[in-house]
Nanobody
């Protein structure tokens, strides 16, 4: 069983920055792929950024060049640095832990409870 706790969400003006953190426990963090996802009401949860155990990263087209995912295996923590935020980035952001499958597909087995990011115009 893996426990994931997100933090760092909040209210920020457009153009601003936030850094999300996800602390993991209950597994060997270093061998898990990790991902940040977001979900709006009535919509599917979508991958924002993922990082494999080896540091391979994948980003949604909408955040490329603005968001950076990183991990600190010593601290069992994954981060999402979000810069140049836009109102359309407003969402509930979830941290996930799982595996990187063939075809560069991130498949998450465990989820945190989410942290809300609100970007005002």
């Amino acid at each position: 069983q893996v426990q994931l706790v997100e933090s760092g969400g909040g209210l920020v003006q457009a153009g601003g920055s936030l850094r999300l953190s996800c602390a993991a426990s209950g597994s060997i963090f270093s061998i898990n792929a990790m991902g940040w996802y977001r979900q709006d009401p009535g919509k599917q949860r979508e991958l924002v950024a993922g990082i494999s155990s080896g540091g391979l990263t994948k980003y949604a087209d909408s955040v490329k060049g603005r968001f950076t995912i990183s991990r600190d295996n010593g601290k069992n923590t994954v981060y999402l640095q979000m810069n140049s935020l836009k109102p359309e980035d407003t969402s509930l952001y979830y941290c996930g832990s799982g595996r990187l499958l063939s075809g560069n597909y991130f498949n998450m087995d465990y989820w945190g409870k989410g942290t809300l990011v609100t970007v005002s115009p």
